[in-house]
C-alpha cells in the first residue's frame, strides 16, 4: 500500500532549490505511524511497505515538521537553504540576522 501520492496535484512541478536539501531517513528506525506523511506540506514522503521513503528530496523546504513529528526520531533536517522561516519572514517584510532567524 501506498500512503501519501493522492495529495500529489497541485504543486507536482514545484522545486525549492536542487541537491542542497538536508533531510535524511533512517527507514530502521521507522514504524510507519505515517505522522511525517500527513504534516509535510509539499509531499516529499509517502509510505511503503510500511515505511517511510523520501520521494522527492528536491521538494523539500526543510521546514522540520516531518522530524518535530516523528516520535522514532527517524527524519532529520537541518534549517539551511531551503530554510522555511526565510520564506515567512520575508512574506511578512522582517529581516532577520540571517537565514532561519525572526526578529524577537
Ligand atoms: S513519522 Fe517517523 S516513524 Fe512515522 S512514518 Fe514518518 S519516519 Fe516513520
Ligand atoms: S522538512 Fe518539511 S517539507 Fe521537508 S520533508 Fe519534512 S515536512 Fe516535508
Known amino acids: ?6 495529495r500529489r496535484s497541485t504543486f507536482d512541478n514545484l522545486v525549492y532549490l536542487r541537491d542542497v536539501v538536508t533531510l535524511e531517513l533512517d527507514r530502521g ?9 500527513d504534516v509535510c506540506p509539499r509531499e516529499v514522503l509517502i509510505l511503503e511497505d ?8 528536491d521538494r523539500c523546504m526543510e521546514c522540520g515538521a516531518c522530524a518535530i513529528n516523528c ?27 540571517g537565514c532561519c532567524t525572526i526578529d524577537p
Request: hydrophobic content about 40%; glycine content about 16%; some cysteine.
Open 71 to 97: 516520535a522514532t526520531g527517524a527524519i532529520t533536517v537541518s534549517s539551511g537553504v531551503g530554510c522555511a522561516a526565510a520564506v515567512i519572514n520575508s512574506k511578512l517584510g522582517r529581516s532577520g540576522r
Open 1 to 6: 500500500m501506498i500512503r501519501g501520492l493522492a
Open 29 to 37: 528506525s521507522c514504524v510507519g505511524c505515517g505522522a511525517c506523511i
Open 50 to 57: 510500511r515505511k517511510s521513503i523520501i520521494v522527492d528530496r
